[in-house]
């Protein structure tokens, strides 16, 4: 998203469908990791405390990336730079997620 949303090359509605598709990988990685913390024991889950706090911390950036998007997309002319910002924004939060939740599959010796 943050690369398509370059200068003149930038298209409001093609990024409005890429905001929904990452809406969409985000709902299907917050649902991951539930099913994963349900699986854990009591044990387990208080071992991994301090990464789930971690991992929560992120999941509230993503969410606020989103609607910065979401807002910026809402506009009447969105701004393709603003857009730009907050995708990239996103796309950090959700590769620095995507590296904890691994962290944490590894560390509990569950499937990647």
Known sequence: MARDAKGSQFNADQ????RDQI???LQTM???HEQLMTGLSA???DAMRNRVRSMEQIQD???NH???IDAA???????GKLVRQHARE??????????EYRKMQSELGVGA
Not at 73 to 79: C, F, H, S
Not at 90 to 99: G, N
């Open 15 to 18: 990024a409005r469908q890429q």
């Open 23 to 25: 809406r969409e990988r």
């Open 30 to 32: 917050q649902q991951e």
């Open 43 to 45: 044990e387990q889950r």
């Open 73 to 79: 997309l809402g506009r009447e002319n969105p701004d």
């Open 61 to 63: 950036r993503m969410n």
């Open 66 to 68: 989103l609607q910065q």
């Open 90 to 99: 996103m796309e950090q939060s959700m590769k620095e997620w995507q590296k």
